[in-house]
């Protein structure tokens, strides 16, 4: 089983910084990617920024260049760090691991139970 628990959530003025964090524990196999997503209310959840073990970052565009997503692979644990947050990032955030075992092997996605944040003045 693996648990994923995210930390680094609250509530901030525009303009401020905010750097979240996911630690993965239980099984987890070198062929994985992780990443955060974000719901906010009355809206469907979205992918924030996605970090394979080993390949291209990815961001959405609306958090391209104030976000950056990073791991550490010793630790099993990845980071959000939020730069110029708006208004409109108010939302929960959810860490999210999707691995396999292996080649040709099925993949298993989990879920940590989100963080708040809040951007307002």
């Known amino acids: 089983q693996v648990q994923l628990v995210e930390s680094g959530g609250g509530l901030v003025q525009p303009g401020d910084t905010l750097r979240l964090s996911c630690a993965a524990s239980?099984?987890?196999?070198?062929?994985?990617?992780m990443s955060w997503y974000r719901q906010a209310p009355g809206k469907e959840r979205e992918l924030v920024a996605s970090?394979?073990?080993?390949?291209?970052?990815n961001y959405a565009d609306s958090v391209k260049d104030r976000f950056t997503i990073s791991r550490d692979n010793a630790k099993n644990t990845v980071y959000l760090q939020m730069n110029s947050l708006k208004p409109d990032d108010t939302a929960v955030y959810y860490c999210?691991?999707?691995?396999?075992?292996?080649?040709?092997?099925?993949?298993?996605?989990?879920w940590g139970q989100g963080t708040q944040v809040t951007v307002s003045p």
């Open positions: 999210h691991l999707e691995q396999t075992p292996g080649p040709f092997m099925r993949f298993d996605r989990y």
């Open positions: 239980g099984t987890i196999f070198t062929m994985n990617t």
């Open positions: 970090i394979p073990n080993r390949g291209r970052t």
